[in-house]
């Protein structure tokens, strides 16, 4: 197999992988909805490339071990940033449910406050 197939392959493969893994990730709740968008059109993008692209005169200029080497640092690359949009939308969704929670402790302690009020009128 040359590398321009090997190459095709797996960025094919990569692009399914990704667009799969997104949508069990919004079905989880894991990804927010931007996320999960960029991610689509990332796997896509790469079906695409994979399918469109002919890399053929590749191999002259990197080798066999030079391409094995760049799709596993390529993969590295975007498996960090998977990692960082998850750990991004967790922690979105984590501020937001705090902002949520701040604003009926205030609320709460707006109305027992207005009590306090009325019994000190009362007293």
Known sequence: ??????????MITAGVLIFMQTILS???RRLKEQFCLLWGVISFLLVLAGIILRPVALSQYVSGTGML????AGSCVVCC???LSIQ???LSRKNQELAMQVSLLNQ????????LEELKKKN
């Open 81 to 83: 940033m998977y990692f």
């Open 69 to 72: 080497l760049i799709i596993v």
């Open 26 to 28: 919004l079905a989880k």
């Open 1 to 10: 197999m040359q590398t321009g197939e090997m190459l095709r392959i797996v």
């Open 88 to 90: 991004l939308s967790v």
């Open 108 to 115: 709460e302690n707006e109305r027992i406050l207005a009590e």
